[in-house]
């Protein structure tokens, strides 16, 4: 369970994908590939939705509200005395490293007009013609991706509310006896480079 707050109510809710995660640069974690294979990564790049688009103005999708004094949620949030259906993160193909149309497609969903021009206007950018923003995008990041000891042509780009991304040595297989909690990549390749962050100016 986890909190959500609008004014001085707490309402409880059970949706992982609805918390507030946050990651940071050099963040290890556990990640699912698209084989389905559990493997340690490394956090490259951190950024967030107003980075890379330009948004209706106005409240923000996914944020609460009061109304007549009432908290009003967004119909994905689910309460103790009305249960609701959660709605589940999109399953999202890999996105890789140099792909930004791809990246920018993690944050919007088709639009019920084929001919819808709102994002594209604000964004001056005719590929956005017939999409929208999606109503989950509050809070979220879009990392990058590095598996440790994997090239990197294997880097992606994800949403920080996917269904793939776990915490550290939770889902990863590793060895009980190893003292430290280093990442350590199943698979060698002796010419990868490191993945050691260390700087904003490292060729990653």
């Given at each position: ?54 948004r209706k103005s106005g409240i923000t999708a996914g944020t609460s509200t009061k109304v007549n004094g009432e908290c009003n949620f967004p119909s994905s949030t689910t309460t103790a005395s009305a249960p609701k259906r959660v709605k589940r993160p999109a399953m999202d193909p ?111």
């Open positions: 369970f986890f909190m959500m707050e609008c004014g001085s109510n707490k309402i409880s809710a059970t949706a992982p994908f609805l918390a507030k995660r946050k990651f940071y640069k050099g963040q290890w974690l556990d990640l699912r590939d698209t084989v389905n294979q559990w493997l340690e990564a490394t956090v490259v790049e951190v950024i967030v939705p107003d980075d890379i688009l330009v890999a996105v890789g490293a140099n792909d930004h149309k791809g990246r920018l497609r993690l944050l919007l969903e088709e639009s019920e007009e084929e001919s819808d021009r709102t994002l594209s206007e604000l964004n001056n950018n005719d590929d956005l013609i017939g999409w929208k923003e999606r109503d989950n995008n509050a809070n979220v990041q879009i990392l990058l991706v590095h598996y440790n000891g994997w090239p990197h042509r294997w880097d992606e780009w994800i949403r920080s509310d996917s269904e793939r991304i776990r915490p550290f040595r939770t889902r990863s297989k590793h060895e009980p006896s190893r003292g430290f909690l280093s990442p350590s990549p199943d698979a060698t390749f002796h010419s990868a480079p490191t993945t050691f962050v260390t700087s904003d100016d490292d060729n990653i």
